[in-house]
């Protein structure tokens, strides 16, 4: 059975309307094209997703973790509003030892946060949603963006910060609970894969440069199109 992840239950009710309400920290079964999944509402950021994650992994019928939401983008021109992607890494770029301008260095403490089957944690995750998505019996749609995802505890608000996040993480598009979801499914040796529909331009607060009402029915369409199979 495949745990689907969302930060919200706004997002959770977009991408999968005629399901069970679910708030935040529960979970509901729910069946999909015929096959059974539990949904669950982690709540925004790293420490609810981790938490609720940690929970419910623990369960020995969860074979694979699916991650879905909205995100800001760093270039709307390479990953435009609406748009549809899926992470192939996930970046924490809080994690280290912080400079004066609030960069980390993952690797200043010494202390690699974990070891898994693909060697040392420090502050990178790489991920294999192709093949992961296969594992599942997902589908990743035609058009779709592979990206980098980047997690942070407080939202950018500023272009300086988000053009810094860009360039030290090589990151395409910004989030709240990537990592932490990707994490704990390394820790349990699971198939992972995220995908986030864009909903803003990273660090812009004027109104045209977001569209949360948009990206929310591209998630309904991510949904569909995941499921398909």
């Given at each position: 059975?495949l ?13 999968f ?6 708030g935040?920290?529960?979970t509901?079964g729910?069946?999909i094209?015929?096959r059974?999944?539990l949904l669950?509402v ?12 940690g929970?419910?992994?623990v369960?020995?019928?969860?074979d694979g973790v ?6 800001g ?14 992470a ?5 770029p809080e994690?280290?030892?912080l400079?004066a301008?609030g960069?980390?260095?993952p690797?200043g403490?010494g202390f ?8 040392k944690?420090w502050?990178r995750?790489e ?7 296969e594992r ?8 779709w963006g592979?990206?980098?995802?980047v997690?942070?505890?407080g ?9 810094r996040?860009?360039?030290?993480c090589?990151g ?13 499914a390394a820790?349990r040796g699971?198939?992972?894969l995220e ?5 803003n ?8 440069d ?8 591209s998630?309904?369409?991510?949904a ?6």
């Amino acid at each position: 059975m495949l745990l689907v992840l969302t930060a919200t239950a706004n997002e959770m009710r977009a991408a999968f309307p005629a399901a069970p309400a679910v708030g935040q920290g529960g979970t509901a079964g729910y069946e999909i094209g015929g096959r059974a999944v539990l949904l669950g509402v982690t709540g925004v950021g790293l420490l609810n997703t981790a938490l609720c994650a940690g929970q419910w992994l623990v369960r020995p019928d969860v074979d694979g973790v699916v991650d879905l939401g909205i995100a800001g983008g760093y270039d709307l021109g390479g990953t435009p509003m609406g748009a549809i992607c899926f992470a192939g890494a996930e970046v924490w770029p809080e994690y280290g030892l912080l400079d004066a301008h609030g960069a980390a260095d993952p690797m200043g403490l010494g202390f690699a946060q974990a070891e898994t089957g693909g060697g040392k944690v420090w502050n990178r995750l790489e991920l294999s949603p192709e093949r992961d998505a296969e594992r599942m019996g997902l589908v990743l749609g035609d058009g779709w963006g592979r990206a980098t995802g980047v997690t942070v505890s407080g939202v950018t608000g500023t272009r300086e910060r988000a053009d810094r996040l860009r360039l030290s993480c090589d990151g395409h598009m910004e989030n709240m609970e990537g990592f932490a979801a990707a994490y704990a499914a390394a820790l349990r040796g699971l198939p992972f894969l995220e995908v986030r529909t864009i909903s803003n331009l990273v660090g812009s607060r004027e109104p045209g440069d977001w569209n949360l009402k948009g990206a929310l029915r591209s998630l309904h369409g991510a949904a569909n199109t995941l499921f398909a199979a």
